[in-house]
Structures are given as C-alpha cells and as structure tokens.
C-alpha cells in the first residue's frame, strides 16, 4: 500500500493511513508473539515427546537402560525416574502437560506384557511401528522440504525478476503513480527471510541422512535372534533418530 502515490492528496491520505495501521497492526503482533513465545513451548513439547517415544520403546524392547535381566519392579523405577528427570528439566511445560493423560497410566499392562514378548515378536514390532515408520516419516518431509525449497526459489526469482521489469517500467514511465519495484522488492526479501527460518535446504539433507541410516540399520533386522541383539538393534536406531532430532533441537535454538 505504501508504493501507491495517487496524485490526489485526499487519496494519498487514506492509503498511507492504511498503511500506518497495517504497520500498528503487525507491531502487536510481534510484541504478542515475543511475549506469550507459543513457538518455544511448542518446539520444547516436541522435544519432551520424542524424548519419551525414545524411551518408551527402550523400555518396551529390553534395550539399555532397561534389559530384560532386570526384574519387572527395577525397570518400572529406571523408566519412571527417567520420565520424572525429563519432567523436572522441562517444568516450563507444566502448564502444556496439564490435560486428561497427566491422569492416566505412566506404565499399562500393555507395554508390560509387550516387554515379555519373545524376541521375534518385538523384533518385528519395533521395525513396523517404530523404525520403519519413522524411515517412511523422514523420506516423506524429505521430499516435502526439497519442494517447498524448489518453490521458494521460483518464488525469489518470478519477484526479482517483477523488481526489474517494473524498475524498467518506471523508466519509459516516470509519472506512474505505483512504485511496482518497491512491492516486488519486499516480496523477494520475505521469500529470502522465510527460506532462512525454515531452512528448507539443512532439513531436507537431515531428513535424508536420518532416513538412509535407518535403512541401513533394518537391514540387519532379519538376523537379530536374541535379546542382546536386539537391544543392540534398538539402541543403534534410537541413536540415529536421537542424532536428527539432536540438530533440530540445534538450529531451532539459533533460529
């Protein structure tokens, strides 16, 4: 609204005073947001959840720091000390975590029952539900992040492109009362900033690294037959999806 400069002064008023409210506007808004800070709560809940997930299937498939050597009273302690020190290191969140599951099992029957499964029987629980998933969960955002890059950079250069024709226009027209350049300018400058929030790019390599790793580690999966292997199994692959979200933690924080 700014760019436009009607000849008429009456006019000129109304969209500048536009403008000025659209400024006001988006200064409330900011302040709001850098306030209430929505976003850390929700990239912290993200990372408390897959801290938990982490463990969960730990627990479940004997892996370390749960073996299946302990008796069932000692890994429902290690589990639930674990939960509450991920609990006491986020107690920012207790106003987030306050629902109807704050109320419900830490521990059920099932995870119990599915703890003293035989080895096979875990073994292909954990590849479908947990590796095989996440693989499928990584390879997906990898190709989601590659297109929304791609599309960015369509974006960036149909605006550039918009700045230099309109520049170019407004030499041949010097009297015209809407300054196109300044409109495609800020459209190139907000498609720049909004690819360096999202770093479409560093996401797409990370998803890809973390879906390749996790192909390579069910590979092994048919030869498991024991429970050391199979802990071992597990460990590997929590390390590899630990590792991605480790670096989301990362750029998040620098974001």
């Known amino acids: 609204m700014g760019s436009i400069g009607p000849a008429d002064v009456g006019y000129r008023r109304i969209v500048h005073g536009a403008s000025a409210v659209w400024f006001f506007l988006a200064l409330g808004t ?35 720091p749960f073996p299946t050597t302990l008796r069932p009273g000692e890994a429902v302690e290690r589990f639930t ?72 950079f369509a974006l960036l250069v149909l605006f550039e492109a918009g700045a230099a024709v309109a520049a170019i226009l407004l030499t041949i027209y010097p009297a015209s009362a809407w300054r196109a350049t300044a409109v495609f300018s800020a459209l190139a400058s907000a498609i720049v900033a909004w690819s360096q929030v999202k770093r479409f790019q560093e996401l797409t390599q990370a998803y890809g690294l973390a879906a390749q790793e996790l192909s390579l580690i069910s590979a092994r999966a048919p030869h498991i037959g024991t429970p050391e292997g199979l802990a071992r199994f597990v460990n590997d692959a929590e390390t590899a999806i630990s590792r991605e979200h480790s670096g989301w933690v990362a750029r998040r924080e620098t974001t």
């Open 30 to 64: 900011s302040i709001l947001l850098a306030n209430r800070r929505w976003e850390k709560v929700w990239y912290s809940g993200r990372a408390v959840a897959e801290s938990v997930k982490s463990l969960t299937w730990k627990f479940i498939a004997g892996a370390d």
């Open 81 to 152: 000390n674990a939960l509450s020190e991920l609990l006491q290191q986020n107690r920012h969140l207790a106003g987030a975590l306050s629902g109807e599951e704050a109320v419900g099992e830490q521990v059920t029957s099932h995870m119990m029952s599915t703890r003293e499964a035989a080895v096979g029987v875990l073994r292909d629980l954990y590849l479908a539900q947990r590796v095989d998933e996440q693989q499928g969960w990584y390879a997906t955002n990898a190709i989601r992040n590659r297109t929304y890059r791609n599309v960015s």
